[in-house]
Nanobody
């Protein structure tokens, strides 16, 4: 299983970016996706997650600004990021795992713990003030 992120870049505060994550060599119908970020000198943070039923969860810091989606047919996940802030600057990673349906509580726990088996290499997002 390989994941590849794209869509990172540099924007000014208030701007938008759309990150994409393509999963290759994956034939499972039931899988969830997660987006994470890590800023220099800080621990990795779970940003958003979505399972195969469409249930989505978000970190409090991005609620109302970020939207996660998943395309079942193409095994692609997107993270639409609006109203970006300088504190959103980080390396963003996508991750996936199988059989993680179970509702928002379980999904949020997995996002907060980073409990995913497969990870991408990351894409940099830089937001200037």
């Amino acid at each position: 299983v390989q994941l590849e992120e794209s869509g990172g870049g540099s924007v000014q505060a208030g701007g938008s970016l759309r990150l994409s994550c393509v999963i290759s060599e994956y034939s499972y119908n039931s899988y969830c996706m997660g987006w994470f970020r890590q800023a220099p000198g800080k621990e990795r943070e779970g940003v958003a997650g979505i399972d195969s039923t469409g249930t989505s969860v978000y970190a409090d810091s991005v609620k109302g600004r970020f939207t996660i989606s998943k395309d079942h047919d193409k095994t692609i996940s997107n993270l639409q990021m609006n109203n970006l802030k300088p504190e959103d600057t980080a390396m963003y990673y996508c991750a996936t795992d199988r059989f993680c349906d179970g509702g928002s509580y379980i999904l949020l726990n997995r996002i907060e713990a980073g409990d995913f088996s497969y990870w991408g290499q990351g894409t940099q997002v830089t937001v200037s003030s």
